[in-house]
């Protein structure tokens, strides 16, 4: 048989645990809990706003389309840059291990700003405008993203394994950091690599 004093610490614990449940939702608007890893994220889509289609074989004066899509997943809100670069096969990609960017230029800039949780996407239409050969050799001179006309002045030779002339379109995203006032990047980045030969 149980003691009283033991009914009174059991009766205490059941009336304990009773409160923290029917308290625990207000307790989650006041407790934050360890969650997983924060992180950004950077992603391409096609024309059709799916992970397929995507531009490969692109000619002179034809219009292509695709969507960069940024989600924040820091577990707050994030002023995000999102630079568009072009190059040719030789230039340096971004070193995400190391958070270096490429050495490329910045061609255009998308700039948003993300709460936690929100994730936004937007077109990416680009042509080539002034493409020329010199026998084994493919020269873009200028590109235009989304309306806006570019100097690039960008050479390739071809490439006999792959039979093409590949150009690579790179999209980096950036984070705004309050210590430093500016852009960081945040070593997320995605490419498109381009074979132009058709069409010119």
């Known amino acids: ?48 706003h799916m ?23 820091l577990g707050g809100a994030a002023y995000y840059g999102v630079y568009v670069k072009f190059g040719n096969a030789s230039d340096a990609l971004p070193n995400d291990t190391a958070g270096v960017s490429s050495p490329l230029p910045l061609l255009y800039e998308y700039r948003v700003f993300l709460t936690d949780g929100q994730t936004w996407e937007a077109p990416l239409s680009f042509s080539f405008s002034d493409v020329a050969f010199d026998g084994n050799v493919s020269l873009v001179r200028r590109i235009m993203i989304n309306g806006a006309m570019f100097d690039v002045e960008k050479t390739v030779g071809w490439d006999n394994s792959s039979n093409g002339f590949y150009f690579k379109m790179l999209a980096e995203l950036w984070v705004y950091d309050v210590k430093t006032d500016g852009f960081g990047f945040n070593s997320r980045f995605v490419s498109l690599w381009l074979n132009v030969t058709s069409g010119v």
């Open 1 to 48: 048989m149980m003691k009283l004093e033991e009914y009174k610490v059991v009766s205490m614990a059941v009336g304990l645990v009773g409160v923290l449940i029917l308290a625990s939702p207000a307790l989650s608007l006041v407790l934050r809990l360890p969650g997983g890893e924060r992180f950004s994220e950077l992603y391409v889509l096609g024309p059709g």
């Open 51 to 73: 992970a397929e289609d995507y531009p490969f074989n692109v000619s002179k004066g034809e219009n292509y389309l695709v969507y960069l899509g940024v989600g924040n997943h």
